[in-house]
């Protein structure tokens, strides 16, 4: 069993992409999605996921009421794929709704038992998340590392309200976009349209950056022969993304991001209000929201009346969008970006 952690709100669109890749999903909670994957498909989750925040292995499941049953159900586990001499360590305990709820406690006992059945030493990091609800305890050694699967490597610098790689792939992917005509108008340091070549052309996200689990027992091998696989399927063509905003300092930043990711977008200064939009394609963009940006969605409408012909699917803080742009979205999606509750509203129907 695989966890893939995701940001609160969207775990939709990591079980669409996952069940896309072939995998069965069993479940999802609040920011998990439960895969039925096993040990060795921990180097394809970290290479290819694009929505996802971390790949985490679930190592076993059991229930406990007391810090003696958890102690005994953390012996109990197979750890036999972690090699004496590993380093380990409980990373991260959480617990609702459960008669265990001192997390320092519960790291404690848990280590103990960890420790009694491994010699911890110095050498490979095997990080233990532990999540207990309702009694109901799951434990999962993360696999991608300190770092999580939203750093991609090209973005350097980051524009004042910068959106996840993660986010903004998952946006893309909630509005079903592949390989067509996109425009995004709010383009900031340009995460959307980067994310959006990246996908069209194939380019898998950590194709460039390492994992914690590369070292691990008997995945060394299987990470340099997807890398090697995934480079030879990168599609040599550029799509057509175009992506504006305002602030030529910002967009500056989005060319040298888009050169780190080897990829080509027009990229252009304009203001969102005089855009004219030819043939059909999607709108997929995260305008920017606050009091100082009150005069963007009060010209927002702007965008549908000079683009008629185009799907648009856009984050805003207003649930009630239909009274700015006058017409009700097909579908809402709420989540949170940056502790702040979203809404990703999508006009499919033009």
């Given at each position: 069993?695989?966890?893939?952690?995701?940001?609160?709100?969207?775990?939709?669109?990591?079980?669409?992409?996952?069940?896309?890749?072939?995998?069965?999903?069993?479940?999802?909670?609040?920011?998990?999605?439960?895969?039925?994957?096993?040990?060795?498909?921990?180097?394809?989750?970290?290479?290819?996921?694009?929505?996802?925040?971390?790949?985490?292995?679930?190592?076993?499941?059991?229930?406990?009421?007391?810090?003696?049953?958890?102690?005994?159900?953390?012996?109990?586990?197979?750890?036999?794929?972690?090699?004496?001499?590993?380093?380990?360590?409980?990373?991260?305990?959480?617990?609702?709704?459960?008669?265990?709820?001192?997390?320092?406690?519960?790291?404690?006992?848990?280590?103990?038992?960890?420790?009694?059945?491994?010699?911890?030493?110095?050498?490979?990091?095997?990080?233990?998340?532990?999540?207990?609800?309702?009694?109901?305890?799951?434990?999962?050694?993360?696999?991608?590392?300190?770092?999580?699967?939203?750093?991609?490597?090209?973005?350097?610098?980051?524009?004042?309200?910068?959106?996840?790689?993660?986010?903004?792939?998952?946006?893309?992917?909630?509005?079903?976009?592949?390989?067509?005509?996109?425009?995004?108008?709010?383009?900031?340091?340009?995460?959307?349209?980067?994310?959006?070549?990246?996908?069209?052309?194939?380019?898998?996200?950590?194709?460039?950056?390492?994992?914690?689990?590369?070292?691990?027992?008997?995945?060394?091998?299987?990470?340099?022969e997807l890398r090697e696989k995934a480079l030879n399927e990168i599609k040599d063509f550029d799509p057509s993304i175009t992506c504006s905003d305002i602030d030529e300092n910002i967009l500056k930043v989005a060319r040298e991001n888009a050169k780190r990711a080897g990829i080509k977008i027009e990229i252009l200064?304009?203001?969102?209000?005089?855009?004219?939009?030819?043939?059909?394609?999607?709108?997929?963009?995260?305008?920017?929201?606050?009091?100082?940006?009150?005069?963007?969605?009060?010209?927002?409408?702007?965008?549908?009346?000079?683009?008629?012909?185009?799907?648009?699917?856009?984050?805003?803080?207003?649930?009630?969008?239909?009274?700015?742009?006058?017409?009700?979205?097909?579908?809402?999606?709420?989540?949170?970006?940056?502790?702040?509750?979203?809404?990703?509203?999508?006009?499919?129907?033009?």
């Amino acid at each position: 069993m695989i966890i893939l952690t995701s940001t609160l709100g969207l775990e939709g669109a990591v079980a669409l992409e996952v069940k896309n890749y072939g995998y069965r999903i069993t479940h999802s909670e609040s920011g998990k999605v439960f895969v039925n994957a096993d040990y060795q498909d921990i180097p394809f989750m970290n290479i290819h996921m694009r929505s996802a925040e971390r790949v985490l292995f679930v190592v076993g499941r059991f229930t406990a009421k007391s810090f003696d049953e958890l102690y005994d159900g953390m012996k109990s586990l197979d750890w036999s794929f972690i090699p004496d001499g590993s380093k380990v360590w409980i990373a991260k305990a959480r617990s609702v709704s459960s008669k265990l709820f001192a997390e320092r406690s519960i790291q404690s006992v848990a280590m103990k038992a960890v420790a009694s059945s491994l010699k911890i030493g110095d050498g490979a990091k095997y990080p233990i998340f532990i999540n207990i609800r309702k009694d109901e305890v799951v434990v999962a050694v993360d696999s991608t590392g300190e770092k999580g699967l939203h750093i991609r490597g090209y973005r350097k610098k980051y524009s004042k309200a910068p959106l996840r790689e993660t986010i903004a792939a998952s946006l893309l992917i909630l509005a079903r976009y592949k390989k067509g005509n996109l425009i995004d108008p709010f383009c900031g340091s340009g995460t959307i349209p980067i994310e959006a070549a990246m996908m069209a052309k194939n380019i898998a996200p950590g194709i460039k950056r390492n994992f914690i689990s590369e070292i691990w027992m008997d995945l060394e091998n299987i990470y340099k022969e997807l890398r090697e696989k995934a480079l030879n399927e990168i599609k040599d063509f550029d799509p057509s993304i175009t992506c504006s905003d305002i602030d030529e300092n910002i967009l500056k930043v989005a060319r040298e991001n888009a050169k780190r990711a080897g990829i080509k977008i027009e990229i252009l200064k304009r203001d969102f209000r005089k855009m004219r939009c030819e043939g059909k394609g999607k709108i997929i963009t995260n305008p920017p929201y606050g009091k100082r940006m009150e005069g963007i969605w009060r010209d927002f409408r702007k965008l549908f009346q000079n683009c008629t012909e185009w799907e648009k699917h856009f984050v805003s803080p207003f649930k009630n969008i239909y009274k700015i742009v006058g017409k009700a979205p097909d579908k809402s999606i709420p989540f949170f970006n940056s502790g702040i509750k979203v809404f990703f509203h999508q006009y499919y129907r033009i």
